[in-house]
Nanobody, 114 residues
């Protein structure tokens, strides 16, 4: 089993920045992809950014140029630097990793005020 703990959410004004972090622990063997998803009220969960073990990353069109995902394989962490935040970025953000199956964090709230 893999446990994921997110941190870094909060309330920020539009145009501001936040950095989310997620630490994986437990039975870590070989994590392939690490990702951040988000879910706004009344909407489906959507992929925000994903990074592969190679370091290659891809992003949702809505966050390209504003968000940056990174990972530290030695520390089993994945981070999401979010800049130029917009009210529409308001959501619960979830950390996700793939290691012989999907694992999810409990989510962290990000609220962007206008």
């Amino acid at each position: 089993q893999v446990q994921l703990v997110e941190s870094g959410g909060g309330l920020v004004q539009a145009g501001g920045s936040l950095r989310l972090s997620c630490v994986a622990s437990g039975r870590i063997l070989s994590i392939s992809t690490m990702a951040w998803y988000r879910q706004a009220p009344g909407k489906q969960r959507e992929l925000v950014a994903r990074i592969f073990s190679s370091g290659f990353a891809n992003y949702a069109d809505s966050v390209k140029g504003r968000f940056t995902i990174s990972r530290d394989n030695g520390k089993n962490t994945v981070n999401l630097q979010m800049n130029s935040l917009k009210p529409e970025d308001t959501a619960v953000y979830y950390c996700n990793v793939w290691q012989r199956g999907d694992y999810w964090g409990q989510g962290t709230q990000v609220t962007v005020s206008s």
